[in-house]
């Protein structure tokens, strides 16, 4: 320890550690680094000024270390290591670490500061390092009532300037841009420098430059701050300001509040007398400097003075405040007492458990909210009463003895009184509590069981006395009964509950509860219902057996009605559906076989008229019952939605309808009859025409098969058949008419032909259509035969190779037989991707509109274009070229005078003009011409 402050690793230097934290992990501001610039080097220069130099420039005048050395020794005075005196940079470094050695001997850490950014004039490092000098000779030394040295030195800023008005000095950087409280600081050790009532806080830079030049001129304190800087900034640099202040603080804090204007006149020995003087008068001297040292002495007398009377008033001070609270939380607290004894000694009740209730959740809201306050309130009495007697006897005063009945002993009896009280109130709620508690629940257990006998009775009277057993079926009427038996059996069942209640309603008589004569008259009312139920009951028992007698004899009527009216009902539905049936019938036997059994009904319809007058005679029957006891709804079946009146109606229908279908079934034969004849007719016909097609069609066929003769023979004879298929057309059209009269008879079957109309206009056509397109076949092939040049027995196989995988004689192949019936003929189809895709562009050509099968026309066609030669684009362009004399376009002229006039003007109106080199007006361009013939471009 130095001086009162630790350094090193003790805590005075933490203060500068967080600096230097701050200074790594913050950039300078550049208004700050401006600042702090022009204030550290005034700071740099008021201390080198004493060895008779300075620097201008503060990154720069430090590089090579000697300005910093005697820096360093002018703050400390102490002497440092000899500097080396060389220019080289390990110079400069050397000399600059010796400065740092130093600063570090002092207990300083220096953190990111080295000496080679400083020799290199890194100014963030520089003012960095100056600052950490200033906290550590200039305002670390700095103690204020144990404070560190900033805090420090903010308290004595802010106990000099307290009393002058516009001042409150809070920091460092806002605090001091009005320049008031630098004034401050003036005026509170030097009153005749500065006028501070002429001062104002809306004239920041007069403020600022009268303190300034004040300071400049007479404690000797440089200007280190910029007026303009500290007004424009919004937050002035802090290290600045804490700088410039520590100077007003080493200038004046030795003065401490005696005012320079104590001494006197600057004039008090006279200025020439000194200057002329080689020896000033000794006396003259002596004199001068004891006014210093009497008016420092008596000064600092009246202060330790003043000091001693401040404390010792301000303990008694506290004494007597500690007193008069003492007295008034005494007083306080004894009447809160005063007033709650009664509280807790009344023990009146309204003798209900809600009321005890509310009284005990009082008493819990006095020990949860009332209470503890002055449980706090009694403990910091007698704390303070401690802390007041202790106080009295460390400062020599006599013990405080409080006033009449306010002791702490007074206290503490009442409280314990109170206390006591509490305990027996509580005591004594909780009792009634139960006692309360077992009437409430007498109460309780009487209404919950009046209430559930209430609402079991609840509308009972009213059922037992209702007549709804007269508007009831027999089913009903059982469920009614046995519903009435159940409620017997719960009637029983619940006398024993009505005893309970009755028992109830006397122990809380016994017991005195304070609603006695509602539980009374509410057992009473009870008691009375319960006798009058009784009565009801058994009266309604015997209304529904004498009803349970009258239904049931009517029931056994309705359902002997049901059982025979159901079968007879659906007997006369069948009937009357069979008598109205609109049949169809093709043939005798049908009609015949309907008429047959219209004769076996014919015979039953006596036994069902027994049938009838017996269901009739049991709807009379109870008819009769139902008027005698005036039953409603007594006629109602419930066993069947049928009347005697629906049967009546449909038995009348069914012999209204037998006649009927007497006469349909009758007209319906001669029909058939009829309809038999034109059955043969057409199938004697029919019968000679079909085969006749059948085997016309057979021999085109086998014409069609070209296996025998020529081309030219195969035509002839289709030409034969084709002449006498015209022949036979009337035969066809004679069967047409005799068709067009079955078709009117609604003739569908025939059973003496398998023949139809259909099938055989059918095989008519297609008999045309099959030599009309044999013999276009014949033509193209011997149209292709001569145009291609294939003979007669290339023909022949390929028509035997088509023919042998035409299987099922279509005259065409599916994709597969046509495969086949290549491979059969050489070519060479493989089963790999590619093979699959040159069967696909074969079957492109032989199948132009993808129908999916080969006709032989064009498996004619793809097989003699694969045989023989065929002319190619490139024959006709060299055809052309031919024409157009070995010139790539040809002329108008060239195609008029080579080609014939029709042709000529094709070619020319097709022919796109030729762009090549060489063009003349009007050349054509045969050859896109040539490719598009053969569809190898766009043309």
Known sequence: MENGVYYGDGNADGYMEQEEEWEREGLLDPAWEKQQKKTFTAWCNSHLRKAGTAIENIDNDFRNGLKLMLLLEVISGETLPKPDRGKMRFHKIANVNKALDFIASKGVKLVSIGAEEIVDGNLKMTLGMIWTIILRFAIQDISVEEMTAKEGLLLWCQRKTAPYKNVNVQNFHLSFKDGLAFCALIHRHRPDLIDYSKLSKDNPLENLNTAFDVAEKYPDIPRMLDPDDLINTPKPDERAIMTYVSCYYHAFQGAQQVGFNHFPPYNFIQQPNRQNTAMPDERAVMTYVSSYYHCFSGAQKAETAANRICKVLKVNQENER??????????????WIRRTMPWLNSRQTDNSLAGVQKKLEEYRTYRRKHKPPRVEQKAKLETNFNTLQTKLRLSNRPAYMPTEGKTVSDIANAWKGLEKAEKAFEEWLLAETMRLERLEHLAQKFKHKADTHEDWTRGKEEMLQSQDFRQCRLNELKALKKKHEAFESDLAAHQDRVEQIAAIAQELNTLEYHDCMSVNARCQRICDQWDRLGALTQRRRQALDEAERILEKIDILHLEFAKRAAPFNNWLDGTREDLVDMFIVHTM??????????????????????????????????????????????LENPYTTLTAHDLTRKWSDVRGLVPQRDQTLANELRKQQNNEMLRRQFAEKANAVGPWIERQMDAVTAIGM????????????????????????PHIEELEKIHQAVQESMIFENRYTHYTMETLRVGWEQLLTSINRNINEVENQILTRDSKGITQEQLNEFRSSFNHFDKNRSCRLAPDEFKSCLVSLGYSIGKDRQGEMDFQRIMAVVDPNSTGYVHFDAFLDFMTRESTDTDTAEQVIDSFRILASDKPYILPDELRRELPPDQAEYCIQRMPPFKGPGAVPGALDYMSFSTALYGESDL
Request: no cysteine.
């Open 322 to 335: 500690l007193m008069e609270e003492y007295e008034r939380l005494a007083s306080d607290l004894l009447e």
């Open 589 to 634: 036997e049908e009609i015949q076989g309907l008429i047959q059994a219209h004769d076996q009904f014919k015979a039953t319809l006596g036994e069902a008229d027994k049938e009838y007058n017996l269901i009739v005679g049991l709807v009379r029957e109870v008819e009769t019952i139902v008027k005698q006891h005036q039953i409603p709804g007594g």
């Open 706 to 729: 070209g296996l025998q003769g020529s081309l030219e023979d195969q035509l002839h004879r289709l030409r034969e058949y084709e002449q006498a298929v015209y022949a036979y057309k």
